[in-house]
């Protein structure tokens, strides 16, 4: 069984920071990508921030430049660190692995359980 633990989010104001990771749990898989998503309030979930087995990263125009995407393969976690938070980050922030497990072929989606948040003006 695979499965993704989320931790870190919160309060904070605007212009403060905040690191969020991810960790996957279980044993006998590899994973590929890894990835934030971020869902706000009336507003279809959007891609973040990715992160490639290789290193090469991407960012939403909007988080470009305030964001920091990273991930250590030999412990299977990815973090975030995002500086210069604005309110219109808010929202419930999910990690997504493509993992595959030994005995497949096939990656699949793995959520984590989301955590909130939330910048004040």
């Known amino acids: 069984q695979v499965q993704l633990v989320e931790s870190g989010g919160g309060l904070v104001q605007a212009g403060g920071s905040l690191r969020l990771s991810c960790a996957a749990s279980g044993s006998d898989f590899s994973i590929n990508t890894m990835a934030w998503y971020r869902q706000a309030p009336g507003k279809q979930r959007e891609l973040v921030a990715q992160?490639?087995?290789?290193?090469?990263?991407y960012y939403a125009e909007s988080v470009k430049g305030r964001f920091t995407i990273s991930r250590d393969n030999a412990k299977n976690t990815m973090d975030m660190r995002m500086n210069n938070l604005k309110p219109e980050d808010t929202g419930v922030y999910s990690c997504?692995?493509?993992?595959?497990?030994?005995?497949?072929?096939?990656?699949?989606?793995?959520w984590g359980q989301g955590t909130q948040v939330t910048v004040s003006s």
């Open positions: 997504n692995f493509a993992i595959r497990r030994r005995r497949s072929d096939v990656y699949r989606d793995y």
């Open positions: 992160i490639l087995s290789i290193g090469i990263t």
